[in-house]
T-cell receptor, first 115, second 115 residues
Framework: AQKVTQAQTEISVVEKEDVTLDCVYE???????LFWYKQPPSGELVFLIR??????QNEISGRYSWNFQKSTSSFNFTITASQVVDSAVYFC????????????FGSGTKLNVKP | DSGVTQTPKHLITATGQRVTLRCSPR?????VYWYQQSLDQGLQFLIQ???????AKGNILERFSAQQFPDLHSELNLSSLELGDSALYFC??????????????FGSGTRLTVV
């Protein structure tokens, strides 16, 4: 079974629109970490955020915000006032107690932001 | 610059051939992780080495092998290459073998094309 599900394969928005990328995870551990990475067309993986399972506070960083809800096993990512430079593939990932540096990635959501 | 160096950046080779991908971890890191990003399988964990020894194994094919040398650099060897092995191969490194390293980052990847 998939540990991390990103149901949205591709999303297209017009610049300045808000967009939310969904991530649902599955784990039996009580201690785990969740991550979001951005992969621009150049291919590298850019770290955006990590969250541990005990911290359900939502986080905001500039135009980015994250909503972690343990009750629904979701860790959604919202970009406010999207820009063309936000166009990329975004990955959600999970790591578990046995090895916190071993990541299970979702299949990614490709975000297209049009001018 | 993440501090994790992967060479070469691009590699084109023919089916049936063997290639070696190289990863130099961040200074001070003892653990190296290999991931494969392919179109059909997404981003998958392959294998982890910690201080020269295999620590964890993921979905790594038998045709693939890896090792970590005394100077802590790692090599991923891919043999009897098939078209489906075409992918982006990422390396990451961490200080510890399992406890989350908050500086954990990925290298920029090696893009392998099998023709």
């Amino acid at each position: 079974a998939q540990k991390v599900t990103q149901a949205q394969t591709e999303i297209s928005v017009v610049e300045k629109e808000d967009v939310t990328l969904d991530c649902v995870y599955e784990t039996r551990d009580t201690t785990y970490y969740l991550f979001w990475y951005k992969q621009p067309p150049s291919g590298e993986l850019v770290f955006l955020i990590r969250r541990n399972s005990f911290d359900e506070q939502n986080e905001i960083s500039g135009r980015y915000s994250w909503n972690f809800q343990k009750s629904t096993s979701s860790f959604n990512f919202t970009i406010t006032a999207s820009q063309v430079v936000d166009s990329a593939v975004y990955f959600c990932a999970l790591s578990e107690t046995d090895n916190f540096n071993k990541f299970y990635f979702g299949s990614g959501t490709k975000l297209n932001v049009k001018p | 610059d993440s501090g994790v160096t992967q060479t070469p950046k691009h590699l084109i080779t023919a089916t049936g051939q063997r290639v070696t991908l190289r990863c130099s971890p961040r200074s001070g890191d003892l653990s190296v992780y290999w991931y494969q990003q392919s179109l059909d399988q997404g981003l998958q964990f392959l294998i982890q080495y910690y201080n020269g020894e295999e620590r964890a194994k993921g979905n790594i094919l038998e045709r693939f092998s890896a090792q970590q040398f005394p100077d802590l650099h790692s090599e991923l060897n891919l043999s009897s290459l098939e078209l489906g092995d075409s992918a982006l191969y990422f390396c990451a490194s961490s200080v510890d073998g399992g406890r989350l390293d908050y500086g954990y980052t990925f290298g920029s990847g090696t893009r392998l094309t099998v023709v």
